[in-house]
């Protein structure tokens, strides 16, 4: 008995002896590595275009898969209503680009010699009325001509006196053309015309649905007779460019990644393909780690969400798929200043996306 309990207590020692070694490796600092490698899914920018305004779908032009470049046509409304409105406000400030054009000219040559003939014409006939009303006076103490006579003839002088005057000013308007306030008041009315013109053009053209950026289809939403508006999307579109991949890394290893460095991105539907690119964005506040990447070492650990951008638009990457992201940590790059949000214009870890 004593030889089995001298072995029982020769492998308890050495059992006890194997944990120790085992948990201070487990334990002891490790030596940072010179890769880090995160794990995450791929992720795009969508948008969902919608019409400008309201009115029945005529067309759609794509479908799911199909790749559009930004500007592209991809559905129409029915344009009648707003064809016919834009015809009414071209022809509305035609108008008043007549009227004004007519004020800003002023009076023709014809005119103004037209009033002038006029006014010398009732001259002469006030002139001819003076005459007959002095001849008039001079014939009453003769018993020639009575006091009606004097009368009739001081009528007449009154009657083609004002009609002289009148012609006077007639001519003297057309001489001197449109009142400044017509004209102020003809241009702002035309400026007024081609707003609304310029307005029902804008909306003709919102009766087209364009393509806001490259991308693809992801869904089709609507159908050729469905109504439309502007807060009902026509179109889910996938933009190709930027790719990222979003991981999340710990809070220790936080001090290890800078944005700009240099990244390899892979995939499992591609093993043996490396896809570059850099860090671009870091999130400037922790999470707990999502489920979708969550390992059993990582389950109670704050994280920070990274964005690792893919140079170009690579073909292999979709949305959603799992990726691995290894980042060179012997070539630590200085975070530098960025443009706005995917505007990134080179790789190779000298370019950081900001949010």
Sequence with gaps: MKPNRRYLVLTTVA???????????????????????????????????????????????????????KGELIAQMDDSRYAARLAAATHAAANLRAVLLRLTHGSRP???????????????????AQSNYARTLMLIPQGIASIQDRDD???????????????L?????????????????ARNAYAAAVATAQLAARELADTRLRAPAKGVVEERILEPGDMASPGTPVYTIALTSPLWVRAYVPERDLGRIAPGMPAQIMTDSFPGRRYTGWVGYISPTAEFTPRTVETPQ????????????ACGSPGGLRLGMPATVLIDLSRHAAAVGGGGRGSARSCGGRHVIRE
């Design 15 to 69: 059992c006890l002896g194997l944990a120790a070694v085992l948990l201070y490796g487990w334990l002891r600092p490790r030596p940072a590595g010179n890769v880090l490698t995160l794990y995450g899914n791929v992720d795009i920018w969508e948008v969902r275009p919608a019409f400008n305004d309201n009115g029945p779908i005529a067309r759609m032009l794509v479908v799911e898969g199909d790749r559009v470049r």
């Design 110 to 128: 014809q005119q103004i010699a037209q009033a002038r003939a006029t006014m010398e014409g009732l001259r002469a006939i006030y002139r001819n």
């Design 298 to 309: 990582m389950r109670t650990q704050l994280v920070y969400q990274v964005r690792i951008y």
């Design 169 to 185: 000013q007639t001519y003297s308007l057309a001489v001197e053309g449109p009142r400044r306030e017509d004209i102020i008041a």
């Design 153 to 167: 003839a001081r009528a007449q002088v009154r009657a083609a006196r004002a009609n002289y005057r009148a012609a």
